[in-house]
């Protein structure tokens, strides 16, 4: 069986509700292991043996282990193609790899500049003007979200549920910690309540034990 290890409210919520869908498409069930990031247990020993880069998340099938949320997503759904993760068309599927890799190169890196500033700069003005800069790029990406959100069909990659989704719910979530307020993006916060109704994502919010709330005004 397939094992996750994901932070609660991270960036491994993208592979965690893939595997929902993937256990309600196919029956197939999956273990997860959750990696208290707040407390450093991504720097244990036991962990850097499954992933020497300190990250989530982590796929670990017949002893082997899988970082990189990208190879972790291609991986299940080649594994899992009536799953309906990607689509199966070339074009299209490059065209969806296309976003996903965006969010994944672009947008995520972003924040990391926002919670981990002391990752960047040296000096408290600094990190601070790293902080304030990397929160307003931030917005930015996520106006454009909100604007590839307008041509949804009706999920970003297509007639199916998928990861461009998943990982939409939890930029607009970062985004609350980044004093971004949700209702100032009416049309992705729609789009996020949807995703977070759907009966996958919904599951994969429970075990993590996450909500939606995340913005608190000032
Ligand atoms: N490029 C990596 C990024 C993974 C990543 O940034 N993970 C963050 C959580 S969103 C993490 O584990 N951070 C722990 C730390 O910074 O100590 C991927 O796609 O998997």
């Known amino acids: 069986m397939m094992k996750l290890y994901y932070g609660p409210g991270a960036c491994s919520f993208v592979p965690h509700a893939a595997l929902e869908v993937i256990k ?3 029956g197939d069930d999956f ?3 959750s990696v208290k990031l707040h407390k450093g247990e991504q720097r244990s020993p036991e962990y850097l043996a499954l992933n020497p880069l300190g990250l989530v998340p982590v796929l670990v099938e017949d002893g082997k282990a ?3 949320i990208v190879a972790i997503c291609d991986y299940l759904d080649r594994r899992y193609p009536q799953a309906g993760l990607l689509p199966t068309e070339p074009w299209e599927r490059a065209q969806a790899l296309s976003s996903f890799a965006w969010m994944n190169n672009t947008v995520h890196p972003t924040f990391t500049h926002v919670f981990r500033p002391a990752n960047f700069a040296t000096g408290e003005a600094a990190q601070e003007d790293v902080k304030r800069f990397a929160a307003a790029k931030f917005r930015e990406h ?3 979200i909100q604007a590839m959100i307008a041509h949804a069909t009706p999920w970003l990659l297509g007639a199916r549920i998928s990861f461009a989704d998943f990982y939409a719910l939890v930029f607009l979530r970062w985004g609350g910690f980044a004093g971004i307020d ?3 993006l009416p049309a992705y916060q729609a789009f996020v309540d949807r995703v977070a109704a759907h009966p996958a994502v919904a599951s994969a919010m429970a075990r993590e034990g996450i909500k939606l709330d ?5």
């Open 66 to 68: 899988l970082n990189q």
């Open 214 to 218: 995340t913005y608190k005004p000032a």
């Open 182 to 184: 949700p209702a100032s």
């Open 24 to 26: 309600s498409a196919t």
């Open 31 to 33: 273990e997860t292991q």
């Open 142 to 144: 996520l106006e454009r």
